[in-house]
Protein backbone atom coordinates (compact mmCIF):
# COMPACT_ATOMS: atom_id res chain seq x y z
CA UNK A 1 0.00 0.00 0.00
CA UNK A 2 1.47 3.40 -0.61
CA UNK A 3 1.09 5.79 1.46
CA UNK A 4 1.43 9.97 0.46
CA UNK A 5 4.72 11.57 2.03
CA UNK A 6 4.51 12.98 5.32
CA UNK A 7 6.84 15.91 6.44
CA UNK A 8 8.68 15.73 9.61
CA UNK A 9 9.96 18.54 11.65
CA UNK A 10 13.12 17.48 13.67
CA UNK A 11 14.35 19.83 16.27
CA UNK A 12 17.61 18.48 17.46
CA UNK A 13 19.91 20.41 20.18
CA UNK A 14 23.08 22.98 19.23
CA UNK A 15 23.74 24.74 15.44
CA UNK A 16 24.40 21.66 12.67
CA UNK A 17 26.94 22.20 10.00
CA UNK A 18 25.84 22.58 6.44
CA UNK A 19 27.49 19.36 5.35
CA UNK A 20 25.03 16.85 8.16
CA UNK A 21 22.40 17.61 5.75
CA UNK A 22 23.93 15.98 3.14
CA UNK A 23 25.31 13.51 4.65
CA UNK A 24 21.67 12.93 6.42
CA UNK A 25 19.82 12.74 2.37
CA UNK A 26 19.89 16.29 1.50
CA UNK A 27 17.38 17.48 4.26
CA UNK A 28 16.21 21.34 4.78
CA UNK A 29 18.29 22.68 7.47
CA UNK A 30 17.46 25.89 9.75
CA UNK A 31 19.37 27.26 12.43
CA UNK A 32 16.81 28.79 14.85
CA UNK A 33 17.75 31.63 16.81
CA UNK A 34 17.45 29.70 20.24
CA UNK A 35 20.65 28.01 19.16
CA UNK A 36 18.95 24.81 17.67
CA UNK A 37 18.51 23.50 14.56
CA UNK A 38 15.45 22.43 12.41
CA UNK A 39 15.54 19.67 9.66
CA UNK A 40 12.60 18.91 7.52
CA UNK A 41 12.33 16.05 6.01
CA UNK A 42 9.22 14.41 3.93
CA UNK A 43 9.04 10.25 4.04
CA UNK A 44 6.79 8.13 1.97
CA UNK A 45 6.93 5.53 5.01
CA UNK A 46 8.14 5.03 8.71
CA UNK A 47 11.41 3.53 7.52
CA UNK A 48 12.61 6.44 5.95
CA UNK A 49 11.89 8.44 8.82
CA UNK A 50 14.00 6.16 11.48
CA UNK A 51 17.01 5.96 9.04
CA UNK A 52 16.84 9.66 9.43
CA UNK A 53 16.75 9.41 13.23
CA UNK A 54 19.39 6.85 13.22
CA UNK A 55 21.61 9.16 10.85
CA UNK A 56 21.20 12.02 13.72
CA UNK A 57 21.82 9.53 16.70
CA UNK A 58 25.24 8.72 15.07
CA UNK A 59 26.51 11.95 14.57
CA UNK A 60 25.56 12.08 18.48
CA UNK A 61 22.22 14.82 17.61
CA UNK A 62 20.33 15.33 20.81
CA UNK A 63 16.56 14.83 19.46
CA UNK A 64 14.26 17.80 21.20
CA UNK A 65 10.94 17.60 19.15
CA UNK A 66 9.55 15.92 16.18
CA UNK A 67 6.19 16.38 14.82
CA UNK A 68 4.52 16.10 11.23
CA UNK A 69 4.40 19.54 9.81
CA UNK A 70 0.57 20.92 9.51
CA UNK A 71 -1.19 17.96 11.59
CA UNK A 72 -0.33 17.96 15.80
CA UNK A 73 -1.44 13.81 15.42
CA UNK A 74 1.12 12.00 17.54
CA UNK A 75 4.55 10.83 16.78
CA UNK A 76 5.76 7.26 18.06
CA UNK A 77 8.81 6.31 16.73
CA UNK A 78 9.48 2.79 16.25
CA UNK A 79 11.52 1.68 19.47
CA UNK A 80 13.74 -0.61 16.40
CA UNK A 81 15.61 2.41 15.65
CA UNK A 82 16.92 0.41 12.09
CA UNK A 83 16.46 -3.02 10.82
CA UNK A 84 18.67 -5.72 12.00
CA UNK A 85 20.16 -8.25 9.93
CA UNK A 86 20.82 -12.76 11.53
CA UNK A 87 22.12 -14.66 9.78
CA UNK A 88 18.83 -16.19 8.33
CA UNK A 89 16.29 -13.35 9.08
CA UNK A 90 15.49 -9.36 9.09
CA UNK A 91 13.85 -7.87 11.74
CA UNK A 92 12.68 -3.87 10.62
CA UNK A 93 10.20 -1.73 12.34
CA UNK A 94 7.10 -2.06 11.09
CA UNK A 95 4.84 -0.19 8.10
CA UNK A 96 1.03 0.03 7.86
CA UNK A 97 1.75 -2.12 5.02
CA UNK A 98 2.27 -4.95 7.05
CA UNK A 99 -1.04 -5.59 8.23
CA UNK A 100 -2.16 -7.81 5.16
CA UNK A 101 0.99 -10.04 5.06
CA UNK A 102 0.53 -10.83 9.35
CA UNK A 103 -3.63 -11.15 9.37
CA UNK A 104 -3.01 -14.31 6.86
CA UNK A 105 -1.24 -15.65 9.84
CA UNK A 106 -3.02 -13.91 13.11
CA UNK A 107 -6.35 -14.94 12.02
CA UNK A 108 -5.62 -18.74 12.16
CA UNK A 109 -7.75 -19.87 15.36
CA UNK A 110 -4.11 -21.69 16.32
CA UNK A 111 -2.50 -18.81 16.71
CA UNK A 112 -5.36 -16.55 18.08
CA UNK A 113 -6.11 -19.19 20.92
CA UNK A 114 -3.23 -17.68 22.63
CA UNK A 115 -3.30 -14.05 21.84
CA UNK A 116 -5.62 -11.22 23.17
CA UNK A 117 -7.55 -11.08 20.32
CA UNK A 118 -7.71 -10.35 16.69
CA UNK A 119 -10.66 -8.61 14.79
CA UNK A 120 -12.93 -10.17 12.96
CA UNK A 121 -12.27 -8.73 9.54
CA UNK A 122 -9.58 -7.78 7.90
CA UNK A 123 -10.67 -3.88 7.64
CA UNK A 124 -10.71 -3.68 11.46
CA UNK A 125 -7.25 -5.79 11.72
CA UNK A 126 -5.95 -2.84 9.55
CA UNK A 127 -6.95 0.38 11.62
CA UNK A 128 -5.82 -1.67 14.69
CA UNK A 129 -2.48 -2.75 13.42
CA UNK A 130 -2.25 0.84 12.35
CA UNK A 131 -2.28 2.48 15.37
CA UNK A 132 0.69 4.64 15.86
CA UNK A 133 1.40 3.20 19.50
CA UNK A 134 1.10 -0.74 17.52
CA UNK A 135 3.35 0.18 15.01
CA UNK A 136 6.08 2.00 17.46
CA UNK A 137 6.06 -1.65 19.11
CA UNK A 138 5.95 -4.16 16.22
CA UNK A 139 9.03 -5.76 14.80
CA UNK A 140 8.52 -7.51 11.36
CA UNK A 141 10.24 -10.74 10.90
CA UNK A 142 11.50 -11.25 7.53
CA UNK A 143 13.17 -14.85 6.06
CA UNK A 144 16.46 -13.40 4.82
CA UNK A 145 17.81 -10.56 3.74
CA UNK A 146 16.10 -9.16 0.74
CA UNK A 147 14.12 -6.02 0.47
CA UNK A 148 11.18 -8.48 -0.75
CA UNK A 149 11.90 -11.63 1.47
CA UNK A 150 8.54 -12.91 2.97
CA UNK A 151 7.39 -12.15 6.33
CA UNK A 152 7.42 -15.04 8.51
CA UNK A 153 6.15 -13.40 12.05
CA UNK A 154 5.50 -10.18 13.65
CA UNK A 155 7.15 -9.66 17.00
CA UNK A 156 6.51 -7.32 19.83
CA UNK A 157 9.16 -5.19 21.53
CA UNK A 158 7.63 -2.35 24.17
CA UNK A 159 10.04 -0.76 26.10
CA UNK A 160 8.97 -0.03 29.58
CA UNK A 161 9.39 2.14 33.06
CA UNK A 162 10.67 -0.21 35.83
CA UNK A 163 8.26 -0.10 38.97
CA UNK A 164 9.98 2.23 41.41
CA UNK A 165 9.22 4.32 44.70
CA UNK A 166 8.34 8.21 43.08
CA UNK A 167 11.42 9.93 44.73
CA UNK A 168 13.51 7.27 42.23
CA UNK A 169 10.93 6.97 39.23
CA UNK A 170 13.47 9.02 37.02
CA UNK A 171 15.69 6.31 37.55
CA UNK A 172 13.89 3.55 36.59
CA UNK A 173 12.47 5.20 33.28
CA UNK A 174 12.75 3.04 30.37
CA UNK A 175 14.73 0.31 31.98
CA UNK A 176 12.95 -3.08 30.57
CA UNK A 177 11.42 -3.95 28.04
CA UNK A 178 8.93 -6.48 27.40
CA UNK A 179 8.74 -9.04 24.47
CA UNK A 180 6.01 -10.63 22.61
CA UNK A 181 5.97 -12.99 19.44
CA UNK A 182 4.19 -14.71 16.81
CA UNK A 183 5.23 -16.75 13.99
CA UNK A 184 3.17 -18.12 10.79
CA UNK A 185 2.53 -21.73 11.35
CA UNK A 186 4.00 -22.31 8.18
CA UNK A 187 7.64 -21.51 9.51
CA UNK A 188 7.97 -23.08 13.20
CA UNK A 189 10.22 -25.85 14.14
CA UNK A 190 13.20 -24.29 11.85
CA UNK A 191 14.40 -21.81 15.11
CA UNK A 192 13.54 -18.94 13.29
CA UNK A 193 11.83 -17.42 16.97
CA UNK A 194 14.75 -18.29 19.03
CA UNK A 195 17.49 -16.58 16.33
CA UNK A 196 14.86 -13.11 16.17
CA UNK A 197 14.41 -13.33 19.92
CA UNK A 198 18.24 -13.79 20.79
CA UNK A 199 19.14 -10.75 18.17
CA UNK A 200 16.40 -8.51 20.21
CA UNK A 201 17.46 -9.58 23.69
CA UNK A 202 21.66 -8.21 22.20
CA UNK A 203 19.51 -5.35 20.93
CA UNK A 204 17.55 -4.31 23.98
CA UNK A 205 20.98 -4.88 25.95
CA UNK A 206 23.35 -3.42 23.92
CA UNK A 207 21.60 -0.83 21.94
CA UNK A 208 18.43 0.22 24.31
CA UNK A 209 20.60 -0.26 27.21
CA UNK A 210 17.46 -1.80 29.12
CA UNK A 211 18.52 -3.76 32.77
CA UNK A 212 15.78 -6.35 32.63
CA UNK A 213 13.98 -8.11 29.64
CA UNK A 214 10.57 -9.77 30.71
CA UNK A 215 7.95 -11.91 28.29
CA UNK A 216 4.36 -13.52 29.39
CA UNK A 217 2.05 -16.28 28.38
CA UNK A 218 -0.55 -18.70 29.16
CA UNK A 219 0.81 -22.09 31.25
CA UNK A 220 -0.94 -24.06 28.00
CA UNK A 221 1.32 -22.32 26.04
CA UNK A 222 4.21 -24.73 26.20
CA UNK A 223 5.84 -23.73 22.92
CA UNK A 224 5.75 -19.59 23.64
CA UNK A 225 7.39 -20.35 27.19
CA UNK A 226 10.02 -22.94 25.37
CA UNK A 227 10.81 -20.54 23.86
CA UNK A 228 11.73 -17.84 26.45
CA UNK A 229 14.00 -20.89 28.05
CA UNK A 230 16.25 -21.24 25.22
CA UNK A 231 16.78 -17.83 25.07
CA UNK A 232 18.10 -18.26 28.59
CA UNK A 233 15.13 -16.43 30.26
CA UNK A 234 13.91 -17.34 33.72
CA UNK A 235 10.86 -18.64 34.87
CA UNK A 236 10.17 -16.00 37.98
CA UNK A 237 6.18 -15.83 38.15
CA UNK A 238 3.69 -18.98 37.92
CA UNK A 239 0.08 -17.45 38.43
CA UNK A 240 -2.52 -19.75 39.58
CA UNK A 241 -6.00 -19.40 37.33
CA UNK A 242 -5.46 -15.69 37.01
CA UNK A 243 -6.53 -14.82 33.52
CA UNK A 244 -9.97 -15.42 31.91
CA UNK A 245 -9.47 -17.22 28.48
CA UNK A 246 -12.27 -16.40 25.87
CA UNK A 247 -13.36 -19.98 26.10
CA UNK A 248 -14.67 -19.36 29.84
CA UNK A 249 -11.64 -21.05 31.74
CA UNK A 250 -9.69 -19.24 33.95
CA UNK A 251 -6.14 -19.96 33.26
CA UNK A 252 -2.58 -20.28 34.63
CA UNK A 253 0.20 -18.02 33.80
CA UNK A 254 3.39 -18.05 33.48
CA UNK A 255 6.21 -14.79 33.59
CA UNK A 256 9.91 -14.87 32.38
CA UNK A 257 12.62 -12.68 32.65
CA UNK A 258 16.22 -12.12 32.10
CA UNK A 259 18.33 -9.50 33.99
CA UNK A 260 21.40 -7.67 31.55
CA UNK A 261 24.27 -9.70 33.36
CA UNK A 262 22.65 -13.06 33.06
CA UNK A 263 22.32 -12.72 29.23
CA UNK A 264 25.63 -13.62 26.85
CA UNK A 265 25.87 -13.13 22.96
CA UNK A 266 25.20 -16.01 21.37
C1 LIG B 1 5.65 -19.36 20.16
C2 LIG B 1 6.22 -19.60 18.76
C3 LIG B 1 6.77 -18.30 18.21
C4 LIG B 1 7.33 -20.64 18.85
O1 LIG B 1 7.69 -21.07 17.57
P1 LIG B 1 8.75 -22.27 17.38
O2 LIG B 1 8.84 -22.59 15.95
O3 LIG B 1 8.44 -23.36 18.33
O4 LIG B 1 10.11 -21.62 17.86
P2 LIG B 1 11.45 -21.59 17.03
O5 LIG B 1 11.21 -20.94 15.71
O6 LIG B 1 12.48 -21.02 17.89
O7 LIG B 1 11.73 -23.12 16.73
C5 LIG B 1 12.03 -24.03 17.78
C6 LIG B 1 11.74 -25.43 17.29
O8 LIG B 1 12.52 -25.67 16.13
C7 LIG B 1 13.53 -26.65 16.40
N1 LIG B 1 14.75 -26.14 15.76
C8 LIG B 1 15.17 -26.52 14.53
N2 LIG B 1 16.26 -25.83 14.20
C9 LIG B 1 16.55 -25.02 15.23
C10 LIG B 1 17.59 -24.09 15.47
N3 LIG B 1 18.52 -23.82 14.55
N4 LIG B 1 17.58 -23.40 16.64
C11 LIG B 1 16.63 -23.62 17.57
N5 LIG B 1 15.62 -24.52 17.39
C12 LIG B 1 15.60 -25.22 16.22
C13 LIG B 1 13.60 -26.76 17.91
O9 LIG B 1 14.01 -28.05 18.32
C14 LIG B 1 12.16 -26.48 18.30
O10 LIG B 1 11.37 -27.59 18.05
P3 LIG B 1 10.63 -28.38 19.25
O11 LIG B 1 9.67 -27.40 19.88
O12 LIG B 1 9.95 -29.49 18.57
O13 LIG B 1 11.72 -28.77 20.20
C15 LIG B 1 5.10 -20.11 17.80
O14 LIG B 1 4.67 -21.36 18.27
C16 LIG B 1 3.90 -19.20 17.72
O15 LIG B 1 3.93 -18.21 16.98
N6 LIG B 1 2.81 -19.53 18.43
C17 LIG B 1 1.54 -18.83 18.32
C18 LIG B 1 1.58 -17.43 18.86
C19 LIG B 1 1.91 -17.40 20.32
O16 LIG B 1 1.54 -18.27 21.08
N7 LIG B 1 2.58 -16.33 20.73
C20 LIG B 1 2.92 -16.11 22.12
C21 LIG B 1 1.78 -15.49 22.83
S1 LIG B 1 2.20 -15.15 24.51
Known sequence: MNTAPT?????????LNDHWSAWLGEL????DDDGTTTLTVSVADQAQLHGVLAGLRDIGAVLTEL??????????????????????????????????PTWAFRQLESINEW????????????????????????????????????T?????????????????????RDTQA????????????????????REL????FEDLGVR?????????????????ERVGMRREVHAVRESLHRSGRWLDTVGYAILEQEWSPA
Not at 123 to 150: M, N
Not at 201 to 204: E, F, K
Not at 212 to 228: H, I, P
Open 28 to 31: DLTR
Open 67 to 100: RTTGTPAPICPSVLERPLQTERLTLRPATAADAD
Open 115 to 150: LTGCPANLEGYRELFSKPARLATTVIVTLGHDPEAP
Open 178 to 197: ELGWVLDPAFTGHGYATEAV
Open 212 to 228: RVTANCFLGNDTSWRLM
Open 201 to 204: LRYC
Open 7 to 15: TYAIRVDGH
Open 152 to 172: IGDFMLRREDAWAQLDVADQA
